[in-house]
């Protein structure tokens, strides 16, 4: 099997030589029935050989989870997909999610339309953020299907490995992160950015481990976001707000955790929700993106450390 240096899978325990964060081990970009080529050494994958149009046979989905497993973000190009082949990727990975936002809007509710013209008051996800992870089980996974892009360049989507975040923080700050709880809410984006009527009862609002544990790979997990995390749960607002704010900085400022998507027309690209942040750029005004997207219910609340 084909493989390239990558960051280490699994960080090491407490007492043992710490290397420095992300150094490299051999990771497959050979599959069954696929090759990938990574777009960084520990994030990202461009997939060659796959027609998502069509059904999708088991060993091919069982190869699928482990490249995405091993790689967070895949990037499938020249895909032709009407709605119901869209949601039939999405499906080989759970049941498909309806979007808060969808509440008011038209259409099909496993449909998140994403399309930003010269018109629109702001872009979705202009801002470092996991997919709602307001919700008491947000979303595992999202794929987004891009049709249309703008003519003068621009439009790509940023994405963040939250184990790589995790595992360049120190020891002293990791294991006091362990312990904490933050809650995320609704409101900060839908209400606060995008302007959004609330339904009825709101949007939604909950706590979640400000680390939390993959429950694939079981690598630790920094899971805190400047789109939806308020605040730590038990700390004074002014030392939930230093640390929060020290955080997304590093996210927002350390070019090494992130890989870039360049979108062409007829692009999907796959994402792991539970251990990724991304920042969809809005440097193309006055010109058009359009897609839409699919997410996928999660097995469970993200769990913390100690559970």
């Known amino acids: 099997m084909t493989t390239v240096e990558t960051a280490p899978s699994h960080p090491r325990r407490a007492g043992e030589h710490r290397e420095r964060p992300g150094s490299v081990e051999r990771r497959p970009t050979v599959y069954d029935g696929f090759t990938v080529a990574p777009l960084t050494p520990h994030i990202g994958a461009e997939v060659s050989g796959l027609d998502l149009s069509e059904p999708l046979d088991g060993p091919t989905v069982a190869a699928i989870r482990s490249a995405w497993a091993d790689w967070s973000v895949l990037v499938f190009r020249d895909q032709h997909l009407d709605r119901e082949a869209h949601k039939r990727f999405g499906r080989i990975f759970g049941t498909l999610h309806t979007h808060p936002m969808n509440h008011a809007r038209g259409g099909d509710p496993e449909i998140l339309v994403v399309r930003t013209t010269a018109d629109s008051a702001y872009t979705a996800g202009d801002g470092w953020h996991t997919d709602v992870s307001c919700e008491a089980i947000p979303p595992m996974a999202s794929a987004l299907y891009i049709t249309e892009v703008p003519e003068c ?154 559970g």
């Not at 933050?182 to 909950?206: E, F, I, N, Q």
């Open 153 to 306: 360049g621009g439009g790509d989507t940023l994405y963040a490995d939250m184990y790589l975040a995790f595992e360049m923080l120190s020891e002293p700050m990791q294991r006091m992160l362990e312990g904490l709880t933050a809650v995320h809410d609704g409101a900060l984006p839908y209400v606060g950015a995008y302007k959004s009527t609330p339904p009825d009862g709101g949007y939604p609002r909950h706590e979640h481990p400000v680390v939390t544990v993959h429950p694939v790979t079981g690598r630790k997990v920094l899971y805190v976001n400047s789109g939806f995390t308020s605040h730590i749960r038990g700390l004074q607002p002014w030392e939930s707000r230093a640390i929060l704010d020290a955080l997304f900085e590093m996210i927002a400022t350390t070019p090494r955790l992130s890989c870039r998507v360049r979108w062409e027309p007829n692009t999907l690209t796959l994402w792991d929700n539970r251990c990724t942040q991304h920042h969809a750029v809005w440097d193309y005004y006055p010109h058009t993106r359009s897609g839409e997207r699919v997410s996928v219910v999660g097995d469970e609340a993200p769990v913390g450390v100690a």
